[in-house]
């Protein structure tokens, strides 16, 4: 009877892998018969370019077409973001997969017939805009896997969320938004999502080939403000005033040594840097107060806390030793982008059938941040790197991203496609059984 029960699981476990191997099949099959319609999408995304929390344009076409294809659709989430719900056609587990929309203030520089020539507003300043990080390539991709998944929505076991987000790259000042903001709102209730998955396009990363790391992935951004105060005088006379530049400048040799003589980096990468200092409005007077501001960047939480506790010892005491006050503000912006390990090992074959196991690579942590943490911090989540160098290149010779020159190879597409529409399924799969 026990190898009855045996043999009859095992005819069970075959039958149950082939169905997943035949839809895996029909992904690929239309994935690449979806390219040219997802390169004009990403294109006309790439020409008409809006700043964050201004992608009205942009929500406007994504939820025509998923209403188009029969996905139900909710705006106005988090300002602009747009929300599609799909449901398979058995019962199963909600899985969300998240593109980011908006473009960033930088004038393009790329020769295409497709480049931007669109203008925005700032922080009250004209600019020009352009999807300079890849986000235009993000929501292509996107609206390709729904159409794929939507087509085949009776052999799905769950429920779907595509997140076509604002505001990846903040909010303009003054407001809120982003993935934060779409946290706040609810997008991971009514349904509620059980994980969620993300890639981004990397301009130096080969096309074809996939990046991940699980555990700390992308760092925290957090931004810090330092006021220091001290006495005003001539600058024939210093004796007789309190110096805040000079103070500051040992502050900021001070907050070098914070990376350099207390983290261990052989454990966890930390970035501090100082971006801005604003003092004095001539060169023959020594001011009253210096402002100065930069970011923090780590990968581990205990990490964070304690570089904040030192930025604040330091600018503190320097300040107080030079007879001056320094007060430091430190604001938390984004959140360390990780990897919940679980499901990072889980998921990683998925990857690897999608592009081949030669193809998937395990990459070094990024200094850089990513919103798509405020998802990671309430449920499991796995963002991963999608190629988009052209074949040929070596890194160093392509533009970074947030560059005039930013260039990205729209041959990855189709590997975007069917990774995100082969991790829904291999997920439910999973949580099926």
């Not at 095992?10 to 035949?22: E, K």
């Not at 809006?50 to 025509?64: D, H, M, V, Y």
């Not at 998240?98 to 507003?121: I, Q």
């Not at 030793?321 to 998921?347: Q, R």
Request: include cysteine.
């Amino acid at each position: 009877m026990k190898k009855l029960i045996f043999f009859f699981f095992l005819a069970i476990t075959s039958i149950a892998q082939s169905q997943n191997t035949l839809l895996k099949s029909k992904i690929a099959q239309k994935a690449a018969a979806l390219e040219q319609q997802v390169i004009q999408w990403r294109r006309d995304f790439h020409q008409h370019p809006e700043l964050g929390n201004r992608e009205f344009q942009t929500a406007e076409k994504i939820a025509t077409y998923l209403k188009s294809i029969g996905i139900q659709v909710q705006t106005g989430v988090a300002k602009t973001g747009v929300v599609g719900l799909l449901k398979g056609g058995k019962p199963g587990p909600v899985v969300a997969l998240r593109a980011d929309m908006d473009a960033l203030p930088v004038k393009e520089r790329v020769n295409l017939p497709f480049a931007s020539k669109a203008e925005g507003e700032y922080n009250d300043q004209k600019v020009a805009v352009m999807h300079a990080c890849g986000h235009d390539t993000h929501v292509a991709m996107l609206m390709g896997t729904a159409t794929i998944l939507a087509e085949l929505r009776k052999e799905i076991k769950g429920t779907v969320k595509f997140i076509f987000q604002p505001a990846e790259e903040g909010a303009p000042e003054g407001e809120e938004g982003g993935a934060e903001l779409m946290v706040k709102e609810g997008v991971l209730e009514n349904p509620k999502v059980d994980v969620i998955f993300g890639l981004h396009i990397n301009a130096q990363t080969e096309v074809g080939k996939i990046k991940y790391r699980p555990k700390g992935t992308m760092a925290s951004s957090d931004w810090f403000k330092i006021k220091v105060s001290g006495k005003q005088s001539h600058g024939a006379t210093p004796w007789q005033g309190i110096d805040p530049i000079v103070t500051s400048s040992q502050i900021i040799l001070g907050l070098q040594t914070i990376v350099s003589r207390n983290m261990a980096l052989t454990e966890n990468a930390a970035v501090v840097s100082v971006g801005q200092v604003n003092a004095g409005i001539r060169s023959n007077i020594i001011p009253e107060e210096l402002n100065m501001s930069g970011t923090i960047r780590t990968l581990d939480s205990k990490a964070q806390d304690y570089i904040h506790s030192r930025v604040k010892q330091i600018a503190t005491n320097i300040a107080e030793s030079a007879g001056a006050t320094a007060v430091v503000d430190i604001t938390k912006k984004t959140l360390i982008t990780y990897n919940d390990p679980s499901l990072t090992e889980k998921m990683v074959p998925t990857l690897e059938s999608s592009a081949g196991k030669e193809n998937v690579i395990l990459t070094e942590a990024v200094t850089g941040a990513e919103d798509f943490s405020f998802y990671q911090d309430k449920i499991p989540g796995l963002f991963f790197f999608l190629g988009g160098m052209p074949k040929g290149k070596k890194a160093e010779e392509m533009p970074s991203h947030h560059t005039p020159d930013f260039y990205i190879d729209e041959s990855g597409f189709v590997l975007g496609m069917k990774s995100m529409a082969n991790l829904t399924i291999d997920y439910m799969d999973k949580a099926s059984k």
